[in-house]
């Protein structure tokens, strides 16, 4: 596909400056590197472009799980174990339900207590800037940009557990569903469609009544949503392993067979637990590389991303082609209802595709 | 735009006769419909192609809100004051977080002990079947059917609180925001969020400790948030209305010049206060009516949906003309590092736009 389309709008050489001083280790260049995306200046995608071949190498960790379980401490929690064996971490907290930064805002208060001043960590606050697909956009180019720049651990925590931040956070090799006893039955609720995403299930507030409960509920929900996987689990003895090189592997989470979803404990503001959390978060990238699901998961990864790209792109091509103007005059059509959306939506990309 | 490629892929008898018997009141039709929506069937689509010029009439509000305000039970509550009112009420329950349809089927049961029997009223479920994107527009398109099936009131009540639920809730002509007191500091952090899409706050479980004190932040909240709205709200006196029909409306929520975002308390479990609410609902629509907000709001609904359903069809066209082949290996390329995914997709859709 050599096409003199594929030449990227910004490649200037600011943005190859950027790009080399990002691989360099230079923090500023790459601070200001995370602004542009977030902007989504020209430079940007230059910059990103030039990184690409850099990147693949970082342990994607996402977090994710409803308000009220203490994503945010646990996030710290884990990461001050990372760098107590060395390991560069970068945060990437993700807001998808505020346009205000707040819960970003307020985790970075709480971790920039006993983080800050540490090089080899680096925080950064997503919130959204209109669109979903935007935010979910611009957080796999923030972490793809730290992954170039050399981070050994990059952490994604979303705010919410809605669709959106699941989708944000399930873009990482490994899942981390956080769950805390008592949270009543509309987060319950909530809880039935993350379990599917979860390599790991991080019970948080182990301290409070009824954490057992919760682990023992959650260990009955796995192994009721998933059959398959309990039958491969590892120990079982009837069946041999099922995944290795070249089979396609499954689609992840809690079906993903051959893994079985360990359930940690943990009691984030005190650290307790952060260890396990680490060593079970290890056993799951080792067994994804023993079994090929690396590469799986990376071409699952960067084949979403390819067709929500190519979405954005058809369209701004399409608006280019015909003109906003003729885009409003459809709208007034279907106001006045003389065509449906469908229907029009089909007439005018035949436009394109003509 | 008269294009062949605008006919309807499912123009069939069937789908004539199902929207025939949609706009006649049968039930059991519409629910037929619903599920062919829900599965992507070509008959619903054309079913939904005869039935859009039938819609228009029937007051959409979206209800959002975090976990653990009791979004369900001041749903029930809300629809016993219309039926009251003799008012038809149609219930969509989205839960964009759940393949399982775990929290709809929860709220289901709650109102269908005393709703159930009654043929004025109409209740439908609607979980994640894959991509966000599909739930939106599904639910879109589930609203537009109810709402040529005559329903006075259709209430669109999401489970949880992220960016997705919001955009389906937003996607409403009034969005009522559903807090409650003492729900933690995260859920704050997601409040803040919410409020700018709000054109109703509610309150719920006011009879807790700490509900007047949680409607003191609110109106302290919104005050500070839109110091455009406070400006322009009614009994002012030092300005005239804002808006009237002609002037290009407010994007919506509490920065909506001139409408000063109630704050509404109820005990939905005891049906107190859900008067008020439909009170608010009532104003909020006479409201828009009167400043020309009606037809701004679906003007933009319309935009949005075109656009969403313009990035489906386009992607689909391409994929049409390159074939699944070619796309599965420019994601090979990708994993292989050989070019960054904008370039590609740049690349790939010049070959359409050619």
């Known amino acids: 596909v050599a096409d003199p389309a594929a030449a990227p709008a910004g490649a200037t050489p ?19 590197l995370l602004t542009r995306i977030e902007n989504g200046a020209p430079e940007a995608e230059a910059a990103l472009a030039a990184l690409f071949a850099h990147t693949g190498r970082a342990h994607l960790v996402g ?65 959204s800037r209109g669109s979903l697909g935007g935010l979910a956009r611009a957080t796999a180019d923030v972490v793809r940009a730290l ?43 909530i ?70 979803v360990p359930i940690v404990s943990t009691v984030a503001t005190e650290g307790r637990g952060a260890d396990d959390l680490a060593a079970a978060l290890d056993r799951h990238r080792a067994y994804l590389a023993a079994t090929g699901g690396l590469a799986q998961r990376e071409r699952e990864r960067l084949s979403h991303e390819l067709e929500a790209r190519l979405r954005d792109q058809l369209l701004e091509d399409l608006t280019r082609r015909l003109g906003a103007e003729a885009l409003a005059g459809a709208v007034e059509r279907l106001l006045a209802r003389e065509i449906d959306p469908a229907s029009m939506a089909r007439a005018l990309a035949a436009q394109l595709n003509a």
Chains 1, 2 share one sequence.
Request: aromatic share 4%.
């Open 14 to 32: 600011a943005a190859a400056n950027l790009a080399a001083a990002t691989l360099a280790g230079d923090r500023r260049a790459l601070a200001r």
């Open 63 to 127: 977090i994710t799980g409803p308000p009220g379980t203490g994503k945010s401490s646990l996030v710290s929690a884990l990461a001050r174990v990372y760098r107590q064996r060395q390991a560069s971490v970068a945060i990437v907290a993700v807001d998808p339900s505020s346009p205000f930064t707040g819960g970003a805002i307020l985790g970075d208060r709480i971790r920039m207590r006993d983080l800050a001043g540490d090089p080899g960590i680096f925080i950064r606050s997503m919130a």
């Open 147 to 189: 992954d170039a720049a050399g981070f050994d651990k990059i952490l994604i925590e979303t705010v919410g557990a809605g669709q959106s931040e699941v989708d944000i956070a399930r873009a990482a090799l490994t899942t981390v569903v956080v769950e805390a006893p008592g949270l009543g039955d509309d987060v319950q609720a």
């Open 191 to 260: 809880k039935a469609g993350l379990l599917e995403v979860a390599d790991v299930l991080a019970v948080n507030k182990a301290d409070l009544p009824g954490a057992e409960a919760a682990v023992r509920a959650l260990r009955a929900s796995l192994d009721l949503a998933s059959p398959a996987a309990r039958r491969w689990a590892p120990g079982d003895g009837h069946h041999g392993p099922p995944g290795h090189a070249g089979t396609p592997a499954p689609p992840g989470g809690a079906a993903a067979a051959g893994w079985a």
